[in-house]
């Protein structure tokens, strides 16, 4: 099932720079109902058969497939073509992909790379583009949210830290 978002932000530019509006879907392996997050334990052996331990990895990440077109639908020139795959798959390191909602507000964020963008062509012409989002997790990241609170005096503040991930804290700054 698609879901549709009203920009995505990635390495600093959102598609809204090149024209084009999103339709964003899950792989079937890894859908939105998953709720299950395997982890693989990670170890090397020594010469003597002992085992040094680095903990786990994810089994599975999360891949996120981002369709891409214009938004009035016409096709993409070279020069368009070759600044979009510039913007996705330029970067040999991990980055964030931000999705926002159609007020501008931060839905969520993956942290990963494109691994694939193909050009969906017609008759030779490019009408859009099928992009592959990697995630390091298996799992989005919550946007960071910015609380404040004034005191008048002496106070108590429960934090609730609904992560799911254990050594996340929350501090103030």
Known sequence: MASYA????????????YDCITA??????FNQES??????????EKYDGTRIDYGTRYSEV???????????YSDFTNTE???????LTARKQNSWLKLYDQDGEEICEYYGRFTMVEEQT???RVIGFTC???????????????VQQTFTGKEQIIVENDSDVVDNVVRPY
């Open 81 to 87: 073509k070759r600044a979009i795959l510039r913007w």
């Open 6 to 17: 009203y920009m995505i932000e990635y390495c600093g530019e959102y598609n809204q720079n």
């Open 62 to 72: 999360a891949e996120i497939l981002i369709n891409l077109v214009k938004k009035d």
């Open 132 to 146: 592959t989002f990697t995630s390091t997790h298996p799992y989005a990241f919550s946007p960071i949210r910015d």
């Open 35 to 44: 709720s299950f997050l395997m982890n693989e334990p990670v170890y090397t």
């Open 24 to 29: 964003i879907s899950f792989n079937a392996s």
């Open 122 to 124: 017609a008759d030779s």
